[in-house]
């Protein structure tokens, strides 16, 4: 059986690496990647109809990593907080939980405390259960089902 995972990147990401990290035969990856005009409530507006169209042709989805941008002021934040807690608060419950993973990658000042406080929200709206939720620092060299 076919797994499958997503890949969010926001505008300035970097996302390549993960994709690399996330090859493998029994495996499809999905990247989602934000346009260059395409502002970020269009973006996520976008990603949720995927996600919902990926959720019924596939059933599940293994992964879902979340790869932010560099726009990291008090509206930007608040849009990515509440439309994640909105679109992944559906995926990640159930019997076979979605993986969901934000990754800072070399984010640093307010960015890193930007991917900080969306986790916590996500884990304190109880949108995540223990475990189900990690921070990365960038891509690993290889995933889990990629070795």
């Not at 395409?38 to 507006?45: D, I």
């Not at 042709?57 to 439309?83: F, H, M, N």
């Not at 419950?93 to 990658?105: A, K």
């Amino acid at each position: 059986m076919t797994e499958t995972s997503v890949l969010i990147a926001e505008r300035d990401s970097l996302w390549l690496p993960w994709a690399h990290a996330s090859r493998g035969p029994e495996h499809q990856l999905v990247v989602l990647v934000q346009h260059a005009q395409e502002s970020l409530l269009e973006f996520f507006t976008r990603v949720a109809e995927r996600l919902e169209q990926l959720s019924r042709e596939v059933g599940w989805l293994k992964q879902i990593v979340v790869l932010p941008g560099s726009r990291w002021d008090g509206p930007s934040l608040l849009a990515r907080a509440r439309t994640l807690r909105t679109l992944l608060g559906k995926l990640v419950r159930g019997e076979r939980p979605t993986r969901l993973v934000l990754d800072r990658g070399n984010q640093r000042g307010s960015a890193a405390i930007g991917v900080q406080a969306i986790a916590d929200t996500l884990t304190q709206c109880a949108m995540v259960a223990p475990g189900q939720l990690s921070l990365a620092h960038g891509a690993p060299a290889l995933l889990p089902w990629a070795a």
